[in-house]
């Protein structure tokens, strides 16, 4: 009762807050008081940001594509040097070092010198960024008209194409689901994906090291572990911790090699899905990195029950991805990985809390998140069989 009380005030405040924003003369009257002129400037230019977000967007790709951040990596150049460079006329150019300034890729260093921003400088050392941003230009054709995207269903995508593993409509339903088809799936399915998760790991893997100890244990097990990048990152900082990489037989193929060039063959290898096979046992720490996200309730609930079953008690499961409403950061997991997620045909993004729930679900004792440095990019659920 006093719950649905709650409900009715909170609509009624919302609709008489929302009449009043509406009102145009309002508008006007906020921009010319002293007290809210403020207010009324942050809001109305924080809706240009995101007005005009896809063409910084676009701006950020041409001056990657430009080679603009590469070639000022390695020290000032002129206007003239840079259109050399890209083989683009010298007003074009400037045109475009004008959008990158404003962006803060590129800064003037006088006359007619450039060099890199404070965000070109970050990025252009920023292996994983910069793959980043590459991949997004397939993201960013599917949502060339996003009402169609959304209305034609999930997985309708160029993104499904690019994440085998992901349900999509046209490769039957579920793709992964059928192991036997996974054990005779070419590395060239699972290539392109596995090299960019591999090149956007570190981001990743520095702030689960930074924020869990992993010295109290004596096997980790990455489930979903692509060509190993994050095992390989641990292992520089724990060389004696035991290691296991499962992830579907294609990938695994294609992670032998990659560890073997590391000096990293003793770590054992499992070929499967997660979807059929039950996780192999020994390890008392499996990690989940950026995998829960990418699949719907039944498949994660699923997981986290296997999971459960390969821990002895006491062991514990690590959840590390990015998550919804993150404060600070709420794009990310509603805007960001709802639409992405929904291209690529399947899983959400999920809270924090969500997540607690599902761990409870699964049997899981306790389960608490993990600070981490960047909660933007990736947040730590820990939990305790
Ligand atoms: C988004 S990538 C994350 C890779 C890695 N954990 C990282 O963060 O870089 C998801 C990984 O889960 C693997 N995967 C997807 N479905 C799977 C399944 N059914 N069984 C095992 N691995 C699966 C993929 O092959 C891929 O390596």
Not at 42 to 57: E, K, L, P, W
Not at 333 to 338: E, L, P, S, T
Not at 356 to 382: C, D, K, N, Q, Y
């Amino acid at each position: 009762m006093a719950e649905e009380r709650a409900k009715g005030w909170k609509l009624r405040w919302l609709t008489a807050r929302n009449r009043v924003l509406m009102d145009p003369g309002f508008q006007r009257f906020a921009m010319r008081n002293p007290l809210l002129r403020r207010t009324a400037q942050r809001h109305a230019n924080s809706m240009f940001q995101v007005i005009s977000g896809f063409v910084q967007t676009k701006a950020l790709t041409a001056a990657v594509d430009a080679g603009i951040v590469r070639r000022l990596a390695a020290g000032a150049a002129t206007t003239a040097e840079l259109a050399q460079g890209a083989g683009l006329a010298l007003d074009a150019m400037q045109r475009l070092l004008g959008a990158a300034r404003a962006i803060d890729v590129v800064e003037s260093a006088g006359d007619d010198l450039w060099v890199l921003g404070q965000r070109g400088a970050a990025l252009a050392s920023n292996e994983g960024a910069l793959a980043m941003i590459e991949h997004h230009k397939i993201f960013y054709d599917d949502l060339a008209d996003p009402i169609d995207l959304l209305k034609r269903g999930r997985g309708k995508s160029k993104l499904a194409d690019f994440w085998t593993y992901a349900p999509a409509a046209g490769r039957g339903e579920p793709a992964a689901a059928d192991a036997a088809s996974w054990q005779g799936a070419g590395e060239g399915a699972v290539a392109p994906y596995s090299a960019l998760m591999a090149a956007s790991q570190p981001m990743v893997a520095q702030q689960v090291i930074d924020a869990y100890r992993f010295d109290r244990h004596q096997c980790l097990m990455d489930v979903g572990g692509g060509h190993g990048a994050f095992l390989a990152e641990v292992a520089a900082r724990h060389p004696r911790l035991a290691m296991k990489l499962f992830d579907l037989p294609a990938v695994v193929e294609g992670a032998r090699a990659k560890l073997a060039a590391q000096g990293l063959s003793h770590i054992a290898l499992h070929g499967g899905s997660f979807r059929d096979d039950p996780l192999p046992q020994g390890a008392d720490v499996i990690s989940l990195v950026r995998i829960c996200h990418d699949h719907d309730d039944d498949v994660v609930r699923a997981l986290l029950r296997k999971a459960h079953a390969a821990l002895p008690s006491g062991g514990r499961l690590l959840i590390a991805e990015p998550m919804a409403q993150t404060p600070g950061a709420e794009t990310m997991g509603d805007a960001y990985f709802g639409l992405y997620l929904w291209a690529m045909g399947s899983g959400r993004p999920r809270t924090a809390q969500a997540y607690l729930s599902l761990l409870a679900e699964a049997g899981f004792t306790s389960a608490r998140e993990v600070r981490t440095a960047l909660p933007m990019a990736t947040r730590l659920i820990v939990a305790e069989r």
